[in-house]
């Protein structure tokens, strides 16, 4: 059916017809899960020709053609996904989310050490104050682009635990995920020039950056051995492998999704959240969402919801409590 359709493309020198333009809008909804509203129309045709122009097609149906072919091309889709994508980031882009998960990372510690401290008996205070020395939580940077906001949380949290109180340790790993392999080699090599870097706070550029050749910056050892990158596109969660993470952090990513799309991916996310998770969007990027397992948490400029609790999975994990 879709390669019937595909023969009414035409040439790409001529301009794209609105059913013309329909049929790549869904193809791309159905691949990706991305939406390419109507007012982008000239974008998607721009990049569309440079892929025919590049792979020495001549319209827009032979190019079509090739990506529905029946050997599929994966490194093409790859190479028009990562054109269609938008990949700003700057480090430390949202201050104040930031400071939102510092502060409940922070929390989470206390209420361990509070609770190793209520411990009624002698015995279970002494397990408990030696388990104290081993909380860990998983974070998830969606969508994180060249790595930016993956390292700026991966710096916090690394900051965070050298102030920590002696008997209070954070094990954290934070991991990245987006769609677009280029961005992904890109933050892999987790290399800045220094105009990127000016975003991130003096005292972590000096703790956690390596100034390098050309007036580049690398991240540390330190903090990349926090890290990890990963290609998987949100458009086909179930194919994810899964996982639960007690906080995600997803902005500046819903944006190119339709509201039922957009919806059914924070719904998924629920789901790969612990209780008393964090999940932080950027602000104005789901407002109206609701669920029932999530309380919006209390913050003027920040848009964040809580995972509600039975009993918290940080602490379920960390002191093997049912
Ligand atoms: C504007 S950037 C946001 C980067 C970062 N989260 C920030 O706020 O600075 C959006 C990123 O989402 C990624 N993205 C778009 N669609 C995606 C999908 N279906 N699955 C995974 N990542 C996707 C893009 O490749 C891009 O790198």
Not at 19 to 36: M, N, S
Not at 102 to 129: P, W, Y
Not at 207 to 214: D, R
């Amino acid at each position: 059916m879709v390669m019937a359709l595909a023969s009414r493309f035409s040439d790409s020198q001529t301009p794209m017809s609105e059913a013309d333009f329909i049929l790549w809008q869904r193809l791309i909804e159905e691949k990706t899960g991305l939406w390419i509203p109507a007012h982008r129309k000239s974008f998607l045709l721009t990049q569309i020709s440079s892929r025919v122009r590049a792979k020495g097609l001549d319209s827009y149906r032979s190019y079509y053609e090739r990506l529905l072919g029946y050997m599929m091309d994966r490194a093409e889709w790859a190479t028009l996904i990562d054109l269609l994508t938008v990949h700003e980031t700057r480090f430390f882009r949202d201050n104040n989310a930031m400071d939102l998960v510092g502060e409940f990372t922070k929390k989470h510690i206390e209420q361990l050490c509070s609770r190793a401290n209520d411990a009624r008996s002698e015995v279970t205070r002494d397990i408990l104050s030696k388990r104290r020395s081993s909380c860990v939580m998983q974070y998830w940077s969606v969508g994180c682009a060249t790595g930016e906001e993956v390292y700026s949380l991966a710096m916090l949290l690394e900051d965070l635990t050298e102030n920590l109180d002696k008997n209070e340790t954070l094990y954290f790993g934070v991991r990245g995920t987006d769609i677009s392999f280029p961005s992904l080699t890109d933050a892999r090599e987790g290399k800045y020039s220094a105009s990127k870097v000016r975003h991130i706070p003096d005292s972590l550029k000096n703790k956690y950056l390596i100034s390098s050749e050309n007036d580049n910056f690398q991240i540390s050892d330190r903090i990349k051995e926090r890290v990890c990158f990963v290609q998987e596109n949100l458009g086909e969660m179930d194919t994810i492998p899964f996982q639960t993470f007690d906080v995600i952090y997803c902005q500046n990513v819903l944006i190119y999704f339709k509201p039922e799309r957009k919806k059914l991916i924070l719904d998924q996310l629920v789901d790969r959240l612990n209780r008393d998770g964090l999940l932080v969007l950027a602000p104005g990027e789901a407002t109206n969402w609701q669920h029932a397992e999530m309380s919006r948490y209390p913050h003027s400029q920040c848009l964040a919801f809580i995972k509600n609790s039975g009993q918290s999975d940080i602490l379920r994990r960390n002191y093997g409590q049912k």
